[in-house]
Structure formats: C-alpha cells, structure tokens
C-alpha cells in the first residue's frame, strides 16, 4: 500500500560473494537503485550491499514496491552475470524478505540495523570501513551517491538509461515526526549494535576478515561461517517493547489475510463482482480484480 516504509533483504544463491566489494558492483548497483527509485516513486533511506545479500530500507510512496523489486534484482543479476561470467541464478530462489515497519521505533532499528551489518556479520571492525555500499549516521536524510551507466548489458543508446544518475537519501517522515533529534537516536542503535557484535567477536575468538581481504576475495566462493536455518520469514516489525503496536499488527495481518482469502473464494466460483482488500496485488494487476479504495 502506498507509504507503507519495509526492510527488504535478499541473499546471493547460497551465500557466493558474487556481491564483493569493487567499482562495477557498487557503481551498477547505485545506477539502478538510482533509476528505480525515480521511476516507480520509492524513497531510499538506507542500505547495505554486502558481498553475499542486500538490504535496504524504503518507502514505497506511490505504492509500486512489486515492480520496484522485479526491476531491482533482475537488473542487478543479468548486469552480474556477464560481469562475472556466471551461468545460473544470482539470487537465491527464496521470496525477498519484505518486512514492513509500522513504528518509528521499528524504523530506527533497522536503519542501524542495515548500517551495522558489516560489522554484524563479521567483516569489519567498524560498520564504516567496509569497502562496499553502506551508509553511515552522517548519509541519513541527505546522503548523495553518484553512477554511471554501465559498461556492460545497458544499452548505451537507450534513453532509459541516462549516462550518469544521482541517488539522494531521504528521511522517513515517520521518525522525523516522532523523535526531536532521528540521527541522534539511530546513531546511539547502530554504535551499540557494533559494540555487541566486537563483544561477541571477542569472546568466541573469532577475528573479523577486514576490507582488503573482502576486497579480495573470490566472488565464485562461498561463506562458510555458521548459520541458523531461519524458520519464520516475518511480514512485520514494530520495534521493542511495542506490545501495543504488535497487537495491531496481528489484527490488521489477520483481517486482511480472512478477507482475501473469502474475496479468492467467491472469485474461484466465477463472481467477477467480488471486492478484494486494499492491499491485494497479484489479483489487481494480472486478473484485474477490484480492490477497495483503488477507484
């Protein structure tokens, strides 16, 4: 639904660093985030291309989050592919993760979420050192990031791939609204983030791999290090200890998923007539059919 601001992650195919850090990865990701964003209207808040997954942190202004991700991955992967020679899929075959955030609480958390990732996920010691594309405190609301099109798969003639683009961070408006000083409280999530996972480093006597050994490393390897199989994909987030967030949460999921299920039903009999709830994509798009409050 239009306004709606998400987390969305996606993982390399079984964790190569087909990602890794370098001028054509980090300039191609840039170009298309950048001329997406203008096409289907998505405001970019944070993000971080790791060498094995993404993440990112958006609003979906005008409601096109579907074609925006579509875009996003396919784009990233063809471009990959013949960069690095690579026959089979980029990404894995898994749905994207596309939380949506519900609270500012929830949206200041996982913008120093995204930003602390390197240093989460033991690549650097400190999040702002990492080599590839991430942002830091000092990007949040007015970060520029410049591109050029591409060398390789963009057709150099076609008008929908201008020669150079500008990608401009933008504050989410609903934590500008709730806290005084957003960078402030961000800030404060995304250096205790760090501080844990240098604790955890520490005590497990494990050494964090550094940006000149993540610069060089093979992207047709794959990581190795230990990972829980995830048994939940979350569709929500509202932030610690907003009980009363997430109760509404579960209702607004629970109603709309009843009453898109009985609007399937009535439409699997032949009712062409029957109203499917604001929310609903696939149905609106492919099959044509309504949905509430879109006219």
């Known amino acids: 639904m239009p306004g709606n601001t998400y987390l969305i992650t996606r993982r390399c195919l079984r964790r190569h660093y087909l990602l890794r850090p370098e001028y054509f990865i980090n300039n191609l990701f840039i170009f298309v985030l950048a001329v997406l964003a203008a096409k289907y209207g998505i405001a970019i808040h944070a993000f971080c291309l790791a060498s094995t997954h993404e993440h990112l942190v958006l609003t979906d202004v005008l409601g096109n989050l579907p074609n925006f991700l579509r875009d996003l991955h396919r784009l990233t992967a063809l471009a990959v592919k013949v960069h690095r020679k690579w026959e089979g899929s980029l990404w894995e075959s898994d749905q994207t993760s596309v939380v949506q955030l519900r609270t500012p609480e929830a949206i200041a958390e996982k913008i120093a979420y995204v930003m602390a990732n390197p240093t989460a996920a033991g690549a650097v010691r400190y999040a702002g050192d990492w080599p590839g594309l991430v942002t830091t405190p000092k990007d949040i609301g007015k970060g520029t990031w410049t591109a050029k099109r591409p060398s390789v798969y963009f057709d150099q003639q076609c008008e929908q791939w201008p020669e150079h683009v500008t990608l401009t961070l933008q504050m989410p408006p609903m934590i500008q609204d709730a806290f005084s000083n957003p960078i402030a409280v961000i800030k404060r999530e995304y250096e205790e983030l760090q501080h844990r996972a240098r604790q955890q480093m520490a005590t497990e006597g494990k050494a964090f791999m550094g940006a000149d050994r993540a610069m060089a490393v093979s992207p047709y390897r794959r990581a190795t ?20 967030a997430r109760k509404l949460a579960i209702r607004a999921l629970k109603a709309f998923r009843s009453a898109y299920r009985a609007a399937l039903k009535l439409w699997r009999t032949g009712d062409r007539s029957t109203t499917f709830p604001r929310g609903t994509w696939w149905m609106a798009v492919f099959h044509g059919a309504p949905v509430i409050g879109s006219g």
């Open 225 to 244: 290090s230990w990972e829980d199989m995830r048994d939940l994909n979350p569709t929500f987030a509202v932030g610690r200890g907003q009980h009363d």
